[in-house]
């Protein structure tokens, strides 16, 4: 059996990666949480102090108390008849523009407290107690490693080689080991630039706590797997005028004989050549005419000077 491995260069993707932000602004009251602590969906990471913000819900409601009052007495009046079409719908108007405007500070309050959107590590908190929260600024990266996997771009002549389910091996050099791992989904798109496509790696949970999101590794894909071949080297299989593949095979009889014998090449990988063994060409064992062989032909007398 031979196998062929070739080598690309991949980095690890987190199965979810969120920048956290505060619904609301406000001073950084407490941070609940240190980075790289694991973390639940729902958990807090960090308290906004609020107390403007409690101060904004109070006057709301407040205005809207008064907004339903004013709106009942003009409902009460327009079924008796009372008044002008216009003051009922203007009164109905600010009731209702109120009760939206409550609403949402009610809701900005309720989420004034940063929480984890899911289960995950916090990789990073940004500010500090003190420091003024803003929506516009991410307050945590929370990262979620369950389903990690790889990111790899091969080259094009590998398209056809690599599948879905093929095990492949990741090496990471930082940590001096290697795993493996499985192609999960192979892209069809070929970038244009460096012509190259991307293949994803599933990843064994187990290794997931080894990794980081975006680490370099190394990627070894089997290219290659042939269960009957020989390699021998590229300089002894010689080709005709029509592309015929043949090589000179040294029988030993009465004389030493150079016999010509055309072979399959199955893969030339860098100056050795994966030829088929077959039985009408060669069947491993053969000793192969190295010296001189593209000046001799078939069933010519050869002398041998050195076998290897």
């Known amino acids: 059996e031979f196998a062929h491995w070739t080598e690309a260069h991949g980095s690890v993707k987190a199965d979810r990666n969120a920048m956290v932000y505060s619904a609301s602004g406000g001073e950084v009251r407490r941070i609940v949480v240190q980075q790289g602590q694991t973390v639940r969906a729902g958990q807090p990471i960090v308290d906004i102090d609020v107390d403007a913000l409690r101060e904004s819900v109070r006057q709301a409601e407040a205005q809207v108390e008064l907004a339903r009052s004013v709106f009942e007495k003009q409902q009460r009046l327009w079924d008796q008849q009372i008044g002008s079409e216009v003051q009922y719908l203007q009164a109905k108007a600010n009731k209702d523009a109120g009760e939206a ?19 995950g590590v916090v990789d990073e908190i940004f500010p500090n107690v003190g420091d003024m929260a803003s929506p516009m600024q991410p307050v945590a990266r929370v990262v979620a490693l369950g389903k990690a996997s790889v990111e790899v771009d091969l080259a094009e002549d590998l398209l056809s080689k690599v599948k879905v389910g093929d095990p492949v091996e990741v090496i990471v050099p930082e940590l001096n080991g290697q795993f493996q791992a499985t192609i999960d989904q192979v892209g069809q798109y070929i970038n244009p630039n460096n012509r190259t496509f991307k293949a994803t790696l599933r990843l064994d949970p187990s290794e997931h706590l080894t990794l980081r999101p975006n680490q370099l590794v190394n990627v070894r894909i089997r290219d290659l797997e042939v269960q009957e071949a020989l390699v021998v ?16 095979v040294l029988e030993e009889q009465s004389q030493a004989r150079a016999r010509k014998v055309f072979v399959k090449v199955l893969s030339n990988q860098g100056g050795e050549l994966l ?14 005419i190295d010296e001189g062989a593209r000046m001799v032909v078939d069933q010519q007398e050869v002398k041998v000077l050195e076998k290897a």
Do not use: C, H, W
């Open 101 to 119: 405007q409550l609403a949402a500070l009610r809701e900005q309050l309720r989420s004034a407290q940063v929480l984890a959107p899911f289960d």
């Open 233 to 248: 080297p590229s300089r002894l299989v010689m080709e005709n005028s029509s592309g015929e593949s043949y090589v000179f």
């Open 275 to 288: 030829l088929e063994r077959s039985e009408q060409g060669i069947k491993g064992g053969e000793t192969l």
